[in-house]
């Protein structure tokens, strides 16, 4: 099991660049979660999928952010015209998708907006 | 405000002590899981435990899920300790965890 995998582990993107970040959860995980990690703002909730369909994305910015899992193994996260407040750790989790399942991390991918 | 408080915010420790970190949330939970990050490292589950107590190695887990609480204690600590604990609770009719700012522990020798 190689648990959660999200590449690129690092990613610099310059102002008003796009950025996209690749989730593939653990293997019989039903649910895949988005997080962001911040010095500022700690941890937060962005989104959440359960058996590729969107459930909640109460934690997105309105604007410039999207998120899709076209497939079950695999899940994305785009940021469009990146700007430098969103420079951040970006985590993804998944979860056997059991109602308040535990909740598996990657390693996160650090995105730098220059 | 922050629905999930953690205290102390830092912790330094030599080698061999006891240690007690605490989790207060203000918003009705159904879980509570307890993280370990290493420096630049991923998030690490150390327990999910929704009430009652749990222990792996050195460590203890207590959920007091009705008086809204919960614990992690480090028995004789070590240098590999060191790093940052997380608590996250489950809100009731979500999903996304709930993390507090976590709590910073430095153990020397």
């Known amino acids: 099991n190689a648990g959660v995998i999200q590449t690129p582990r690092h990613k610099v993107t310059g102002k008003g660049q796009e950025a996209t970040l690749w989730c593939e959860p653990i293997?019989?995980?039903?649910?895949v979660f988005w997080y962001r990690q911040t010095i500022v703002q700690g941890l937060e909730f962005l989104t959440y999928?359960?058996?590729?369909?969107?459930?909640?994305d109460s934690g997105m910015p309105k604007e410039r952010f999207s998120a899709q899992m076209p497939n079950q193994s695999h899940s994305t996260l785009k940021i469009q015209s990146t700007q430098p407040q969103d420079s951040a750790v970006y985590l993804c989790?998944?979860?056997?998708?059991?109602?308040?399942?535990?909740?598996?991390f990657g390693p996160g991918t650090r995105l730098t907006v220059l | 405000g922050q629905q999930v408080q953690q205290s102390p915010a830092s912790l330094v420790l030599q080698e061999g002590e006891n240690a007690e970190l605490q989790c207060n949330f203000s918003s009705t939970a159904t879980r509570l899981q307890w993280f370990y990050q290493h420096p630049g490292g991923r998030l690490v589950s150390l327990f999910y435990n929704p009430s009652g107590t749990k222990h792996t190695g050195r460590l203890t887990s207590t959920t007091v899920t009705n008086e809204r609480r919960g614990s992690l204690h480090i028995s004789s600590s070590q240098t590999t300790d060191s790093g940052t604990y997380f608590c996250a609770i489950d809100r009731r009719y979500a999903q996304g965890l709930t993390f507090g700012l976590g709590t910073r522990v430095s153990v020397f020798p």
């Open positions: 999928f359960r058996n590729q369909a969107p459930i909640d």
């Open positions: 293997s019989g995980h039903s649910a």
């Open positions: 989790a998944s979860s056997l998708g059991t109602e308040y399942a535990e909740q598996f």
